[in-house]
Structure formats: C-alpha cells, structure tokens
C-alpha cells in the first residue's frame, strides 16, 4: 500500500499516518519529523532547515526533495509501500516526485486528503501540548495560509489522477480512521 497524505496542520496527519501503517504493514514517512531531526543537527542543511521550520515556511524544494525520494523509493521497495504524512507539499514537488516514482514503481495508488475548518485545525495545532516551536497560534495561522496557498492545489492535481479519498477530519480519530480503512480497503490493499 502507498498512500500519500494531503491535509492541513492540525487535521491528524500524524496520527492517521501512524494508524494507516500499522494497518496495511508498511513505514510512516513523516516530513516534518524528519525536517526537525535535521534541523536539530548542527550541519549547513539542519540549520538552513531550523529557519524555514521556525517560521512556519516551507521548505525549498530541493532539500525536501533530496530529503525524501530516496526513503520513499527504499521503502516502497524493501517494504511494499508507504505512507507519506508532508509530503509532497508544492506542486513542483508533486510533479518532481511523481516522476521518480514512475522510474522506479513507487508512485502513490492512493491520496487520502484530510479536512476540517480551520478553527477546528487551529484549536488542535495550538492545543498539541508538544511545545513545538512552530504550534503558537500566529504560527498557526501563517501555517495554515501557507498550506492554502501552496499545498491545496495538490488536490486539484491528484483528483486529476483519479487516486483521492475525502475524509471529514472534524470526528473523533477513530471515527476519521475507520473512515480511511474503509476506503483504502477497497483500494487492493
């Protein structure tokens, strides 16, 4: 199974990525864990990423890019799948992504898109009581603005590819997992 999610912060990527790869057997790829383990290090790129990740940005492409493929295509390989839980969050990153998985069998079959208003996606954000440096509420806000602008247009992009599921974010997360199974269930997984 390799399933990509698409969601704004505070909608439950996380926590239904963690969910769906136990389900189906298959790795988690958080972005965003992976972002803050390099951002912890002291190298030229953990710093570079520290700045984007503090404010609430995006990364550049590139470095996502040169972040992620080669543990998506490892573990669509050694694995049989994947959950990508921040990943791809631009369109040039999708497009890019894509056509590496092409080359190498590891495109998505599906994207489960999480959604909820976005009070409801603030109040989770700022409520995580993770003292993450990027859960204040302005933080917040920016963050969701920046998903508007820059990551819901992946949705238009693979509806195109015929592979989204909707999934109402707002229930309780066993209500939105149940949910999910359903439908990735009927994907072949």
């Keep these: 199974m390799r399933v990509l999610m698409l969601a704004p912060p ?27 383990q390099a ?5 030229p790129a953990g710093k570079r990423l520290r700045g984007y990740l503090d404010a609430g940005d995006l990364v550049p492409d590139d ?18 799948g994947y959950v990508l839980d921040g990943f791809p969050r631009t369109l040039p990153q999708a497009e890019a992504a894509a056509k590496i998985a092409r080359e190498t069998g590891a495109s998505a079959q599906a994207v489960v ?15 995580r009581g993770e003292n993450r440096a990027d859960d204040s509420e302005v933080i917040a806000r920016h963050r969701l603005k920046v998903y508007e602008e820059h990551t819901r247009p992946l949705l238009d992009y693979y509806t195109n590819r015929g592979i989204v599921t909707k999934i109402d974010a707002s229930p309780s997360v066993d209500v939105v997992s149940e949910q999910i199974f359903e ?7």
């Excluded at 951002?39 to 190298?43: F, G, L, P, Q």
């Excluded at 996502?64 to 050694?78: E, K, N, P, Q």
């Design 63 to 80: 470095l996502v890019l040169d972040l992620m493929m080669h543990r998506i295509v490892a573990a669509s390989r050694d694995d049989g």
């Design 10 to 36: 505070g909608a439950g990527k996380g926590t239904q990525s963690e969910r769906i790869a136990r389900r189906y057997g298959v790795p988690h790829i958080s972005s965003g864990d992976l972002f803050r």
């Design 113 to 127: 898109y999480l959604d909820a208003p976005a009070e409801v996606l603030i109040a989770r954000v700022t409520g």
């Design 183 to 189: 439908a990735l269930d009927g994907t072949g997984g």
């Design 39 to 43: 951002a912890a290090e002291e190298s």
